[in-house]
Protein backbone atom coordinates (compact mmCIF):
# COMPACT_ATOMS: atom_id res chain seq x y z
CA UNK A 1 0.00 0.00 0.00
CA UNK A 2 2.59 2.08 1.24
CA UNK A 3 4.55 1.70 -2.36
CA UNK A 4 1.41 2.49 -4.38
CA UNK A 5 1.05 6.26 -2.86
CA UNK A 6 4.62 6.65 -3.37
CA UNK A 7 4.22 5.51 -6.98
CA UNK A 8 1.13 7.60 -7.51
CA UNK A 9 2.88 10.47 -5.88
CA UNK A 10 6.36 10.03 -8.17
CA UNK A 11 3.64 10.00 -11.34
CA UNK A 12 1.85 12.93 -9.79
CA UNK A 13 5.16 15.12 -9.28
CA UNK A 14 6.70 13.57 -12.82
CA UNK A 15 3.16 15.05 -14.77
CA UNK A 16 3.19 18.71 -12.80
CA UNK A 17 7.29 19.12 -13.75
CA UNK A 18 6.27 18.07 -17.53
CA UNK A 19 3.19 19.74 -17.78
CA UNK A 20 3.16 22.75 -15.79
CA UNK A 21 6.83 24.45 -14.96
CA UNK A 22 8.71 26.30 -16.55
CA UNK A 23 11.77 23.01 -16.83
CA UNK A 24 10.49 21.98 -20.06
CA UNK A 25 10.14 24.94 -22.61
CA UNK A 26 7.69 27.30 -20.53
CA UNK A 27 8.10 30.81 -20.54
CA UNK A 28 7.89 32.09 -16.63
CA UNK A 29 5.94 35.70 -17.00
CA UNK A 30 6.74 37.68 -14.04
CA UNK A 31 3.86 40.26 -12.89
CA UNK A 32 4.66 43.18 -10.63
CA UNK A 33 3.05 46.68 -9.93
CA UNK A 34 4.52 48.97 -7.24
CA UNK A 35 8.08 49.27 -6.27
CA UNK A 36 8.95 50.87 -2.90
CA UNK A 37 12.63 52.04 -1.55
CA UNK A 38 10.99 51.22 2.00
CA UNK A 39 9.66 48.43 3.97
CA UNK A 40 6.18 48.59 2.90
CA UNK A 41 5.74 45.17 1.28
CA UNK A 42 2.14 44.50 0.31
CA UNK A 43 -0.08 41.80 -2.33
CA UNK A 44 0.99 44.84 -5.15
CA UNK A 45 3.98 46.19 -3.54
CA UNK A 46 7.69 44.72 -4.10
CA UNK A 47 10.52 46.39 -2.00
CA UNK A 48 13.92 47.01 -3.66
CA UNK A 49 15.53 45.20 -1.03
CA UNK A 50 13.45 41.80 -1.95
CA UNK A 51 14.04 43.07 -6.09
CA UNK A 52 17.80 42.71 -5.38
CA UNK A 53 17.65 39.51 -3.97
CA UNK A 54 15.24 38.29 -6.54
CA UNK A 55 16.99 40.01 -9.70
CA UNK A 56 20.47 38.36 -8.00
CA UNK A 57 19.18 34.86 -8.29
CA UNK A 58 17.87 35.14 -11.56
CA UNK A 59 20.89 35.94 -12.75
CA UNK A 60 23.38 33.79 -11.11
CA UNK A 61 21.32 31.15 -12.22
CA UNK A 62 21.60 31.88 -15.93
CA UNK A 63 17.89 33.62 -16.37
CA UNK A 64 17.45 35.62 -19.27
CA UNK A 65 15.45 38.64 -19.39
CA UNK A 66 12.94 39.03 -22.17
CA UNK A 67 11.78 42.04 -24.33
CA UNK A 68 8.17 41.65 -25.62
CA UNK A 69 9.78 42.32 -29.33
CA UNK A 70 11.49 39.14 -28.33
CA UNK A 71 8.50 37.14 -27.56
CA UNK A 72 6.69 38.59 -30.79
CA UNK A 73 9.67 37.63 -32.85
CA UNK A 74 10.06 33.96 -31.72
CA UNK A 75 5.90 33.70 -32.12
CA UNK A 76 6.42 35.24 -35.77
CA UNK A 77 9.76 34.30 -37.12
CA UNK A 78 10.38 31.66 -35.08
CA UNK A 79 13.59 33.52 -33.58
CA UNK A 80 14.82 31.00 -30.79
CA UNK A 81 14.60 32.42 -27.07
CA UNK A 82 17.46 32.08 -24.93
CA UNK A 83 16.88 28.77 -23.37
CA UNK A 84 16.05 29.94 -19.75
CA UNK A 85 14.30 33.33 -20.46
CA UNK A 86 12.00 34.98 -17.79
CA UNK A 87 10.02 37.90 -18.71
CA UNK A 88 9.58 40.88 -16.16
CA UNK A 89 5.97 42.37 -16.51
CA UNK A 90 4.68 45.72 -14.31
CA UNK A 91 1.31 46.96 -14.37
CA UNK A 92 -0.11 50.14 -14.68
CA UNK A 93 3.16 52.75 -14.84
CA UNK A 94 3.67 53.80 -11.49
CA UNK A 95 5.93 56.43 -10.66
CA UNK A 96 8.17 54.12 -8.51
CA UNK A 97 8.72 51.74 -11.79
CA UNK A 98 11.04 55.32 -12.75
CA UNK A 99 12.54 56.04 -9.40
CA UNK A 100 13.27 52.34 -7.62
CA UNK A 101 12.81 49.97 -10.71
CA UNK A 102 14.86 51.96 -12.90
CA UNK A 103 18.44 51.51 -11.24
CA UNK A 104 18.16 48.20 -10.41
CA UNK A 105 17.25 47.04 -14.15
CA UNK A 106 20.30 49.33 -15.07
CA UNK A 107 22.42 47.71 -12.30
CA UNK A 108 21.47 43.71 -12.71
CA UNK A 109 21.14 44.27 -16.42
CA UNK A 110 17.61 43.22 -16.59
CA UNK A 111 15.10 43.72 -18.86
CA UNK A 112 11.56 44.88 -17.62
CA UNK A 113 8.33 45.40 -19.54
CA UNK A 114 5.47 48.12 -18.37
CA UNK A 115 2.20 48.18 -19.29
CA UNK A 116 0.98 51.67 -19.67
CA UNK A 117 -2.54 53.19 -18.53
CA UNK A 118 -2.49 56.13 -21.12
CA UNK A 119 -4.59 58.48 -19.47
CA UNK A 120 -2.62 58.07 -16.15
CA UNK A 121 0.91 59.33 -17.46
CA UNK A 122 1.75 62.66 -15.82
CA UNK A 123 2.58 65.36 -18.73
CA UNK A 124 2.39 69.16 -19.24
CA UNK A 125 -1.38 68.91 -20.18
CA UNK A 126 -2.84 67.45 -17.96
CA UNK A 127 -0.95 68.91 -14.36
CA UNK A 128 -4.48 70.22 -13.73
CA UNK A 129 -5.31 66.74 -12.59
CA UNK A 130 -6.33 65.76 -9.10
CA UNK A 131 -4.50 63.19 -7.21
CA UNK A 132 -5.11 59.72 -8.66
CA UNK A 133 -6.59 57.30 -6.07
CA UNK A 134 -4.45 54.51 -7.42
CA UNK A 135 -1.04 56.10 -6.73
CA UNK A 136 1.21 57.80 -8.64
CA UNK A 137 2.36 57.37 -12.15
CA UNK A 138 4.97 58.37 -14.31
CA UNK A 139 6.05 61.22 -15.99
CA UNK A 140 6.29 61.39 -19.95
CA UNK A 141 9.88 61.94 -19.50
CA UNK A 142 10.44 59.69 -17.40
CA UNK A 143 8.94 56.76 -19.51
CA UNK A 144 10.77 58.00 -22.55
CA UNK A 145 14.21 57.56 -20.54
CA UNK A 146 13.79 53.92 -19.63
CA UNK A 147 12.35 53.51 -23.09
CA UNK A 148 15.99 54.50 -24.12
CA UNK A 149 17.59 50.88 -22.87
CA UNK A 150 15.81 48.61 -20.40
CA UNK A 151 12.13 48.98 -20.51
CA UNK A 152 9.64 48.00 -23.63
CA UNK A 153 5.77 49.17 -23.03
CA UNK A 154 2.28 47.82 -23.61
CA UNK A 155 -0.98 48.80 -23.72
CA UNK A 156 -3.15 48.32 -20.42
CA UNK A 157 -6.05 50.66 -21.28
CA UNK A 158 -6.49 54.26 -21.25
CA UNK A 159 -7.84 54.47 -17.42
CA UNK A 160 -7.85 50.86 -16.05
CA UNK A 161 -11.21 49.62 -17.30
CA UNK A 162 -12.34 46.58 -17.24
CA UNK A 163 -12.68 44.75 -20.74
CA UNK A 164 -15.20 42.06 -19.30
CA UNK A 165 -17.32 44.98 -18.36
CA UNK A 166 -17.23 47.17 -21.72
CA UNK A 167 -18.99 46.29 -24.66
CA UNK A 168 -16.94 45.52 -28.04
CA UNK A 169 -17.61 49.07 -29.47
CA UNK A 170 -16.26 50.41 -26.04
CA UNK A 171 -13.02 48.57 -25.82
CA UNK A 172 -12.42 49.26 -29.82
CA UNK A 173 -12.63 53.17 -28.94
CA UNK A 174 -10.36 52.22 -25.53
CA UNK A 175 -7.81 50.83 -27.39
CA UNK A 176 -7.55 53.44 -30.60
CA UNK A 177 -7.54 56.20 -27.38
CA UNK A 178 -4.92 54.57 -25.58
CA UNK A 179 -3.11 54.02 -28.65
CA UNK A 180 -3.21 57.57 -29.58
CA UNK A 181 -2.14 59.07 -26.61
CA UNK A 182 0.80 57.15 -26.12
CA UNK A 183 1.63 58.40 -29.74
CA UNK A 184 0.95 61.63 -28.79
CA UNK A 185 3.18 61.84 -25.97
CA UNK A 186 5.91 59.90 -27.76
CA UNK A 187 5.67 57.00 -26.02
CA UNK A 188 7.00 53.87 -28.08
CA UNK A 189 4.87 51.11 -27.73
CA UNK A 190 5.16 47.29 -28.58
CA UNK A 191 1.63 45.66 -29.98
CA UNK A 192 1.04 43.90 -26.57
CA UNK A 193 -1.84 44.41 -24.21
CA UNK A 194 -2.24 43.23 -20.84
CA UNK A 195 -5.95 42.89 -19.44
CA UNK A 196 -6.74 44.98 -16.53
CA UNK A 197 -7.52 42.70 -13.48
CA UNK A 198 -6.01 39.63 -15.44
CA UNK A 199 -10.02 40.04 -17.37
CA UNK A 200 -10.42 38.80 -20.93
CA UNK A 201 -13.88 38.02 -21.22
CA UNK A 202 -13.01 34.20 -20.01
CA UNK A 203 -16.61 33.67 -18.98
CA UNK A 204 -17.84 34.22 -22.48
CA UNK A 205 -16.44 32.75 -25.15
CA UNK A 206 -18.64 34.35 -28.00
CA UNK A 207 -17.07 37.75 -26.40
CA UNK A 208 -13.87 36.34 -26.11
CA UNK A 209 -13.48 35.60 -29.45
CA UNK A 210 -14.71 38.72 -31.15
CA UNK A 211 -12.47 40.61 -28.89
CA UNK A 212 -10.03 38.69 -29.71
CA UNK A 213 -10.56 39.74 -33.84
CA UNK A 214 -10.55 43.32 -32.54
CA UNK A 215 -7.47 43.60 -30.53
CA UNK A 216 -5.71 41.39 -33.99
CA UNK A 217 -7.25 43.85 -36.32
CA UNK A 218 -5.81 46.68 -34.10
CA UNK A 219 -2.55 44.94 -34.71
CA UNK A 220 -1.86 43.55 -30.93
CA UNK A 221 0.21 40.46 -31.24
CA UNK A 222 0.15 39.27 -27.52
CA UNK A 223 -2.12 40.22 -24.39
CA UNK A 224 -1.21 38.91 -21.11
CA UNK A 225 -3.89 37.78 -18.14
CA UNK A 226 -2.77 36.68 -14.75
CA UNK A 227 -3.48 32.85 -14.13
CA UNK A 228 -0.44 32.27 -12.48
CA UNK A 229 0.73 29.01 -14.44
CA UNK A 230 3.79 29.13 -16.78
CA UNK A 231 2.64 28.49 -20.79
CA UNK A 232 4.34 26.04 -22.81
CA UNK A 233 6.36 27.60 -26.06
CA UNK A 234 5.70 27.77 -28.51
CA UNK A 235 2.90 29.81 -27.15
CA UNK A 236 -0.63 28.30 -27.96
CA UNK A 237 -2.78 31.18 -26.92
CA UNK A 238 -0.62 34.34 -28.24
CA UNK A 239 -3.91 36.66 -27.06
CA UNK A 240 -4.35 35.03 -23.05
CA UNK A 241 -0.88 34.27 -22.04
CA UNK A 242 -0.51 33.50 -18.48
CA UNK A 243 1.97 35.54 -15.85
CA UNK A 244 2.41 34.73 -12.28
CA UNK A 245 1.70 37.69 -9.49
CA UNK A 246 4.92 38.25 -7.66
CA UNK A 247 3.52 39.56 -4.13
CA UNK A 248 5.24 41.41 -2.03
CA UNK A 249 4.14 39.27 0.80
CA UNK A 250 5.80 36.34 -0.36
CA UNK A 251 8.89 35.08 0.90
CA UNK A 252 12.20 34.02 -0.74
CA UNK A 253 11.42 30.92 -1.47
CA UNK A 254 8.14 31.92 -2.66
CA UNK A 255 9.62 33.77 -5.53
CA UNK A 256 11.50 30.64 -7.03
CA UNK A 257 8.40 28.33 -6.69
CA UNK A 258 6.81 31.74 -9.01
CA UNK A 259 9.73 30.95 -11.32
CA UNK A 260 9.81 27.33 -11.43
CA UNK A 261 5.97 27.50 -12.68
CA UNK A 262 4.23 25.89 -9.36
CA UNK A 263 2.97 28.79 -7.43
CA UNK A 264 -0.67 27.63 -8.20
CA UNK A 265 -0.19 24.32 -6.50
CA UNK A 266 1.64 25.58 -3.47
CA UNK A 267 -1.01 28.28 -3.16
CA UNK A 268 -3.76 25.53 -2.87
CA UNK A 269 -1.80 22.86 -0.75
CA UNK A 270 -1.34 25.86 1.32
CA UNK A 271 -5.20 26.57 1.70
CA UNK A 272 -6.31 22.90 1.99
CA UNK A 273 -3.85 22.70 4.89
CA UNK A 274 -4.83 25.91 6.77
ZN1 LIG B 1 -3.65 47.14 -13.77
Not at 106 to 135: C, E, T, W
Not at 173 to 202: M, W
Amino acid sequence: MVYLVVALLVVVIVVLVIKMGSFFGGLPVLNYHKISSGNDADFLTVTTSQLREQFDYLNKKGYTTVFISDVIAHLEQKKPLPRKSVMITLDDGYRDNFTSLYPLLKAYNIKANIFLVAGFIQSPDNRHMDPNPMGEFMHVDEAVAMSKDMVQYGLHTYSHQSYSKLSLAEIETDISKTKERLKELGIPVQPCHAYTFGAYNQKDENKRQAMFELLKRHDIRLAFRVSNWVDKLPLQHSLFVSRIHVSGVFPFWKFKVCVWGFIKVFNRFEKILR
